[in-house]
Structures are given as structure tokens and as C-alpha cells.
């Protein structure tokens, strides 16, 4: 495993233990070189996934990928990193239980603003303001009025 702070491909595993969930196992590494501290999971995959983005260009399901727009949605917010492991786990789940291995950027968007929804209020309209592409207050309004929640922001008439 290659040491995310200096390169090096030489580091060791020091601890090794399933995660809550039992869906992955959770590793402690040491690189040999610069002795930076890190840590990784192992997870089985089911098939190798394909996303459909809305251009029609067809990539590769990264899970890392959906793990940044995940953890950038809750940036700051007290979530545990074990909750939201199992929240990104069951997401990639749904995605792999569907039955195609072609799957749409929607589909994706969809499953992670319900798990978002389950974790933090903040971070699913976080989410939900990128993955709907707002683009003014009015969006925000409309779409908390939508979930049937008090935005707190006034209206215009008001």
C-alpha cells in the first residue's frame, strides 16, 4: 500500500480489525520510510460498477469519490466517521443490489441524499444544493418548503 504522505510503497499493517458493520475490515498502517500514520479499509466488491453521468460519458464507480462528496456535506458537523462508513457501505450496497452494472449519476445522487437525510440535516441539504445545482435563496426556500420544514428565512412578502 503506497503511503499517501511520501509515496513510499513500503508500510506496514500494525492493527487490523472489522469495522461495526462487519462490511469492511479496518487496517492501521505505518510507512517504513517516513513513519506517517494511516488508515485503510478492505471491502469486498460485488461487480465493478459503471456511472452513466448525465452527459451520457460513461466512467468508472469510485467509491472515494462519493466518499469526498459525502464527508464535504459534513464538513464541521459532529457525525461519527463509523456512522457515516455504514451510510456510504449501504449506499454502495443499493447501487450493487440493482442488478445492472450501469448506473445512473442520479441513481447515485438519490441513494446519498437519503442516507444524508438519516445522518445530518445540515449535510443532506448541503448535498442536496450541489447535486440540484442551486442557484439562489429562493431554491433553498422551495426546497426545504418541499421537505415540509420551517426554512427560517423569511419570505419576500414578509
Known amino acids: 500500500m503506497r ?8 508500510t506496514q499493517v500494525k492493527d487490523s480489525r472489522p469495522t461495526e458493520d462487519s462490511s469492511a475490515i ?3 498502517r505505518i ?17 465493478e460498477l459503471v456511472v ?19 464527508y464535504t456535506a459534513l464538513r464541521k458537523r459532529a457525525v461519527e466517521p463509523e456512522r457515516v462508513e455504514r451510510m456510504i457501505s449501504g449506499v454502495v450496497r443499493q447501487l450493487e443490489s440493482l442488478g445492472d452494472i450501469e448506473i445512473t449519476s ?17 449535510a443532506f441539504v448541503r448535498f ?3 447535486y440540484k445545482n442551486f442557484s439562489a435563496a429562493d431554491d433553498f426556500r422551495s ?12 419570505d419576500a412578502d414578509d
Do not use: W, Y
Not at 106 to 122: A, N, S, Y
Open 52 to 70: 452513466v453521468k448525465k452527459s451520457g460519458r460513461k466512467v468508472p464507480f469510485d467509491r472515494e469519490k462519493l466518499s469526498r462528496s459525502v
Open 143 to 154: 426546497f426545504l418548503t418541499e421537505l415540509g420544514h420551517d426554512s427560517g428565512v423569511p
Open 3 to 10: 503511503c499517501p504522505f511520501c509515496g513510499h510503497d513500503d
Open 106 to 122: 442520479d441513481q447515485i445522487g438519490e441513494f446519498v441524499m437519503e442516507g444524508l437525510k438519516g445522518l445530518d440535516d445540515v
Open 31 to 47: 510507512c517504513n520510510a517516513c513513519g506517517g500514520r494511516f488508515t485503510t479499509f478492505e471491502r469486498v466488491q460485488l461487480r
Open 128 to 130: 442536496a444544493s450541489v
Open 26 to 28: 479496518r487496517r492501521r
